[in-house]
């Protein structure tokens, strides 16, 4: 880009645009009904552990180290078509398209995501979000790290982040201070494990689905 945008509204993925928690209800399901209980909840240990390792959901990375002692069962291999082709445009959030839609009548949306190089991005396009934000897209393993070159890529005279962890958001407004109004979409687990904590600073405006920023003027933003 040669020129700053206005305003450039940055938007989480997982739980913010995309019911994520859905998803892994889901592959838990596929997981106990091809291998049984006991391998699903082996298959979420792993995953639960490469987390802690990497900081970031890494599905496909878990079940690599799932096939371990899984190598001749049938089912094993048709796993990764399940991760992979997952419809993922069914699990948009109610009004999710058309808040992208008015979005883009207010600056240039776009995608700030964490996840690996791989699953996420195919993600976002399995879920048509690709294509509905012409592909402005960005995934990091750690965004809240990654501003610095995040605003190369977009630069604009404000920022919105919409996102489904208040300390992300908080960590991101200790960063770019006045030139970031922040949002907390109250979707998922992470949020839900959130009420109620003490976070500093506190995000400058809440709602509870993504749907609600379609009511949302370029002013409310700008002012928050």
């Given at each position: 880009?040669?020129?700053?945008?206005?305003?450039?509204?940055?938007?989480?993925?997982?739980?913010?645009?995309?019911?994520?928690?859905?998803?892994?209800?889901?592959?838990?399901?596929?997981?106990?009904?091809?291998?049984?209980?006991?391998?699903?909840?082996?298959?979420?240990?792993?995953?639960?552990?490469?987390?802690?390792?990497?900081?970031?959901?890494?599905?496909?990375?878990?079940?690599?180290?799932?096939?371990?002692?899984?190598?001749?069962?049938?089912?094993?291999?048709?796993?990764?078509?399940?991760?992979?082709?997952?419809?993922?445009?069914?699990?948009?959030?109610?009004?999710?398209?058309?808040?992208?839609?008015?979005?883009?009548?207010?600056?240039?949306?776009?995608?700030?995501?964490?996840?690996?190089?791989?699953?996420?991005?195919?993600?976002?396009?399995?879920?048509?979000?690709?294509?509905?934000?012409?592909?402005?897209?960005?995934?990091?393993?750690?965004?809240?790290?990654?501003?610095?070159?995040?605003?190369?890529?977009?630069?604009?005279?404000?920022?919105?982040?919409?996102?489904?962890?208040?300390?992300?958001?908080?960590?991101?407004?200790?960063?770019?201070?006045?030139?970031?109004?922040?949002?907390?979409?109250?979707?998922?687990?992470?949020?839900?494990?959130a009420a109620g904590q003490r976070i500093e600073p506190a995000p400058d405006m809440a709602?509870?689905?993504?749907?609600?920023?379609?009511?949302?003027?370029?002013?409310?933003?700008?002012?928050?």
């Amino acid at each position: 880009m040669t020129g700053a945008e206005p305003l450039v509204i940055l938007l989480d993925v997982d739980d913010t645009l995309l019911d994520n928690d859905r998803f892994g209800a889901d592959l838990g399901d596929e997981l106990e009904r091809r291998f049984g209980a006991a391998e699903r909840e082996r298959y979420w240990n792993i995953y639960n552990a490469l987390r802690e390792e990497l900081g970031y959901a890494d599905y496909l990375a878990s079940l690599q180290r799932f096939r371990s002692g899984l190598e001749n069962h049938p089912a094993l291999l048709d796993m990764s078509g399940f991760v992979l082709d997952y419809p993922f445009e069914q699990r948009l959030f109610p009004g999710t398209m058309e808040t992208l839609a008015h979005l883009r009548t207010l600056g240039r949306p776009v995608i700030l995501s964490d996840g690996d190089v791989v699953f996420q991005p195919r993600k976002v396009h399995r879920a048509g979000l690709w294509n509905a934000l012409q592909g402005d897209v960005l995934i990091y393993l750690h965004k809240q790290q990654m501003l610095d070159g995040m605003q190369q890529r977009y630069p604009a005279a404000h920022y919105v982040m919409v996102d489904d962890k208040p300390q992300i958001l908080a960590d991101m407004k200790r960063q770019l201070g006045e030139r970031l109004t922040t949002v907390w979409v109250k979707q998922g687990h992470y949020a839900a494990a959130a009420a109620g904590q003490r976070i500093e600073p506190a995000p400058d405006m809440a709602i509870a689905c993504i749907a609600e920023l379609r009511g949302r003027k370029l002013e409310d933003f700008v002012q928050a």
